[in-house]
């Protein structure tokens, strides 16, 4: 008897699954607002922009966030988190590493630091934890290009990398007011990672953010999700942040290696996630598309979730990091590429 409850109750969620995931896609729930008032504004930046900014706000959080996808089935995930309570007096500050094999998570890794004991520099990208050298950035004298080192070790798995940019950065501020900097929408990543006590050399391509001032109103939107998109010399940079699951507010950056960038506006951006199950008590989707077409830029690219990696933050918020398989083609005036590569995005909902 306890056998066949189990058979039915499991037969029952799968209707209730499908059922939602049929009604979920037929309303498109999550799909940008070509009307959005909402208008991202990349402006050019310094690597002084990457320093430590802190907050006139006694509550805010501040962190810089690296990923890396390499050629041998690896990928990893590094990033500095500072969370202010209250001001200088009660603040979470974590380092977090994240190792992944073809998308299925390998290690999870984070550890705290006592305020005492974090360094950040305003005027350099400089992060001390503990004594240790975790962010170091600069401008390489030879090349001329913006680079990072990275040493981060948490347990038996480290990550030694040296990121260095191809493409040119620039920041603007998100709907909630706090700044979004991407200083390396695309870099050369080379270096060492160390899983289970064994040191494994990798090579691949990089991305670098910093957000900072994000104070309790970038938590009145539902949530976002995020990802970019290297072609063979361009790469895509994207998100679209809901204010509730009807309103969508999209925006596009395209970069091109060695070159500037270009800011694709909210009506010709069209973004929809479907193919939607039950994941962790929400909703998710499992396939993206992404398409503009301007007098100069033409993109269709389908994203397909390959693995999924949950992390439930704060009791209430919920961080989903994909890997998805890109296909599409990109056309920016004369210039036609395709992709079909593995890349990293994300999904985050506070409520």
């Known amino acids: 008897m306890i056998n066949i409850n189990f058979f039915f109750i499991r037969i029952i969620g799968m209707i209730f699954s499908t059922i939602l995931k049929m009604n979920d896609t037929e309303n ?66 974590f380092q977090r590493l994240d190792i992944y094999k073809d998308g299925e998570l390998v290690v999870h890794h984070r550890k705290r630091c006592a305020l005492r004991n974090f360094e950040a520099l305003h005027e350099i990208p400089s992060v001390k934890l503990d004594g240790k050298q975790v962010i170091n950035g600069y401008i390489d004298k030879n090349t001329g290009n913006w680079a990072y080192d990275l040493t981060f070790e948490i347990n038996d798995t480290s990550a030694n990398l040296r990121f260095e940019g191809q493409t040119r950065g620039w920041k603007g501020r998100n709907p909630g007011g706090d700044w979004w900097a991407v200083l390396l929408p695309r870099a050369d990543v080379k270096g060492t990672i160390k899983v289970n006590n064994k040191q494994i050399n990798v090579s691949g391509i990089g991305y670098h953010d910093h957000n900072w001032d994000v104070r309790s109103k970038a938590a009145t939107n539902l949530g976002w999700f995020w990802g970019k998109i290297n072609f063979k010399t361009f790469t895509i940079t994207w998100a679209t942040i809901f204010k509730d699951m009807n309103v969508g507010q999209p925006l596009l950056v395209i970069n091109k290696i060695k070159e500037g960038y270009i800011n694709v506006l909210p009506q010709s951006i069209d973004f929809v996630g479907d193919d939607l199950y039950m994941e962790n008590g929400k909703s998710i989707p499992h396939r993206f598309v992404l398409q503009t077409n301007t007098e100069n830029v033409t993109l269709n690219v389908t994203m397909n979730v390959l693995k999924i990696h949950h992390v439930k933050m704060m009791l209430r918020m919920h961080y989903w990091r994909f890997h998805v398989s890109c296909k599409g083609s990109l056309k920016v005036g004369s210039e036609y590429e395709s992709v079909d590569e593995t890349h990293i995005a994300e999904f985050i909902r506070f409520r």
């Open 28 to 93: 498109g729930i999550y799909k940008n607002n070509k009307n959005s008032q909402f208008v991202f504004l990349p402006e050019d930046i310094s690597i002084e922009d990457d320093g430590f900014h802190e907050s006139e706000a006694p509550r805010f959080t501040e962190w810089w966030y690296f990923d890396a996808v390499f050629d041998n089935g690896y990928s990893a995930q590094m990033s500095v988190r500072l969370l202010s309570i209250i001001k200088k007096r009660l603040v979470l500050i």
